[in-house]
T-cell receptor, first 112, second 113 residues
Framework: AQSVTQLDSQVPVFEEAPVELRCNYSSSVSVYLFWYVQYPNQGLQLLLKYLSGSTLVKGINGFEAEFNKSQTSFHLRKPSVHISDTAEYFCAVRGSQGNLIFGKGTKLSVKP | NAGVTQTPKFQVLKTGQSMTLQCAQDMNHEYMSWYRQDPGMGLRLIHYSVGAGITDQGEVPNGYNVSRSTTEDFPLRLLSAAPSQTSVYFC????????????FGSGTQLSVL
């Protein structure tokens, strides 16, 4: 069965600092991985996705993630965060029936 | 395009009451789904549909019913509300099951007293 584990429930950082949000996955089929972002009182939006090809994936708002098959990880990174990046971030893997299976989320709090 | 529209945005129910959460999309998407979001639990799939007339259960289907009579609409029915169903509910759709991108509605916050 497919699953994802987000290793940190909360990540506080200062503005302009780098950040890494960690995600490990488990999958017995072809791996398709996603990061979604949820701003307060909104639905989720796709940030980036890995389907195949280059292991370094670039998304919107300066975020990127690296697919690491040997470590079964898909960590999300940004070199310099802004106050506006404060949100909850969800890692997801496509399940065997095509549905997305989400992690429990990581709340990123960017402080001035 | 309105995208995915959910109504109502907020609802308070008493235990035992029934209600329907509405979801509509205008993107001609085949795939529609319902998730519930609880603190520290992430999003859990309740039911999904891969086309009109076809529905299936997700991870947490008990206490909920769905139907898909048209491509556009995918209502979620709570048969007899329980406090454990207090949650934020999201409807999401995509072109087809397994598509690269899910489009989410803005959510329905439900409290069951």
């Amino acid at each position: 069965a497919q699953s994802v584990t987000q290793l940190d429930s909360q990540v506080p950082v200062f503005e302009e600092a780098p950040v890494e949000l960690r995600c490990n996955y488990s999958s017995s089929v072809s791996v398709y991985l996603f990061w979604y972002v949820q701003y307060p009182n909104q639905g989720l939006q796709l940030l980036l996705k890995y389907l195949s090809g280059s292991t370094l994936v670039k998304g919107i708002n300066g975020f990127e993630a690296e697919f690491n098959k040997s470590q079964t990880s898909f960590h999300l990174r940004k070199p310099s965060v802004h106050i506006s990046d404060t949100a909850e971030y969800f890692c997801a893997v496509r399940g065997s029936q095509g549905n997305l299976i989400f992690g429990k989320g990581t709340k990123l709090s960017v402080k001035p | 395009n309105a995208g995915v529209t959910q109504t109502p945005k907020f609802q308070v129910l008493k235990t035992g009451q029934s209600m329907t959460l509405q979801c509509a999309q205008d993107m001609n998407h085949e795939y529609m789904s319902w998730y519930r979001q609880d603190p520290g639990m992430g999003l859990r799939l309740i039911h999904y549909s891969v086309g009109a007339g076809i529905t299936d259960q997700g991870e947490v289907p008990n206490g909920y019913n769905v139907s898909r009579s048209t491509t556009e609409d995918f209502p979620l029915r709570l048969l007899s509300a329980a406090p454990s169903q207090t949650s934020v509910y999201f409807c999401a759709s995509s072109y087809r099951v397994g598509s690269e991108k899910l489009f989410f509605g803005s959510g329905t916050q439900l409290s069951v007293l």
